[in-house]
């Protein structure tokens, strides 16, 4: 027994495992904020990586330039095939615009929750351990006004929610990671409004998982899915993607819907943080902050 | 300032492991394969074994826990493993020659084992769930790959720079 304990190497490995279960076990629970020394090492690195970030996207910008000079008659063809109807397009939306205006005038309706301010955000880092941590580290923070759980998307849709958020920095947990926590609230535009929630990934088809559909409802290929906007501080109507298959889920109590993102995970440089435009109502942000972390 | 050359190409090469996915080519294997640069580790590996042990498992400890913090937000994942995998690497080393085909090669399997080690602790912790085998597919292979392009490139420098630090510290 003495010898057991005269063996330093043993002593310092059970020390090490004890030291490293309860650190695990810290960052894992659902924290609000992340612990002021994290904060600071977090900052230190954003800045010295946005040092390096800067120069680099400046060279894989011109890089990205020339190459796409090279498809630009076969775009420009495209294009203008698109242009035609743009200005048909044009004419109905300034129409409904207005139309819509005057009838939430009639109503006396204040903002929807479709609506919301985008800030503009810079990647500067992205976590190398991926598929099992798909974040991106963007240069705004809470000295911004960046809080966690706002949505966060490309130009083409939603990528994303902010995990944490440092004073000058925020990581974004992109919606194909695996984390089983990572839930958005959904909903199916079509005739009658479907709600779901987005959870988990399909890794090798690249397809997003829409679950908790009713069974009776009937789902088109090709159908929008968008943000509900019921969770939180997310803006509703932010494009996620299109359905591409429905299966009854495993108890045949309700149906999944797989969809094809419209935002690219792969190729993210630029994004965009939405700040909610409808007030949350003061009771709503008490109770629903128990449960926000996941149901969003 | 030349003290601090060591930590300066560390944390150098830790903000390049964070640039990296932005650098690769969006349209390369159409993103169905994982790539994992593993510079830190590996310039970890050569420290050691050409430079001095002590510094080797202390930058592993500091730079597991700033990779933790920065790049996952669990803390004690990398801050374990990275000294662990040292260790590892130490191990294998006492018994092979020290001539610098064998260290590429043993730290390629030693980032084998340290890749393997953190799918089976985010295993444990419910952040994987995948299978061994398509973890090997999509992860673990591509990234043995790139990190032999690495080690090809970097063997060498890494060795004669590890090596004038080992010499300032004789001097001291």
Known sequence: MPQFFLNKRLIILLVSIIILVALIGFSLRDRDQLSWPEKFVKDTAGWVQSIVATPTQYVVGIVENIKDLQNTYEENKELKTHLEDMARLEAKVYSLEQENAELTEILEIEGSIGDYEPMQATVISRSPDRLWHEMIIVNKGSSHGVQKNMAVMTARGLIGKVKSTTPFTSTVQLLSAMDPTNRISAALQGDKKLFGTIEGYDKENEWLLLKGLPIDAEIKKDQMVVTSGLGGIFPGDVPIGKVIEVVPDQFGLNQTAYLKPEADFYNISHVMILTRGMEIPEEIKVEGEEDEGEDL | ?172
Do not use: C, W
């Open chain 2, 1 to 172: 300032m030349k003290r601090f050359l060591v930590p300066l190409l560390l944390t150098l090469l830790f903000v390049i492991e964070g640039l990296f996915a932005q650098l690769l080519p969006a349209n390369l294997f159409n993103g169905d394969y994982i790539l994992v640069p593993r510079l830190l580790i590996m310039a970890i590996f050569f420290l050691t074994i050409y430079g001095s042990v002590k510094h080797g498992i202390i930058y592993g400890f500091v730079y597991g826990l700033l990779f933790d913090m920065v790049y996952t937000e669990i803390i004690g994942v990398y801050l374990f493993l990275f000294p662990l995998t040292t260790y590892f690497f130490l191990m294998i080393m006492k018994v092979v020659q020290t001539h610098i085909l064998v260290v590429s090669f043993v730290s390629l399997i030693s980032i084998a084992a340290l890749e393997a080690a953190v799918y089976g602790m985010n295993l444990l912790i419910h952040i994987a769930d995948i299978d061994f085998t398509s973890f090997t597919e999509i992860r673990l292979v591509p990234t043995l790959a790139l990190n032999l392009i690495f080690v090809i490139l970097f063997a060498y420098p890494f060795k004669k720079q590890f090596e004038k630090f080992a010499d300032r510290l004789r001097n001291d």
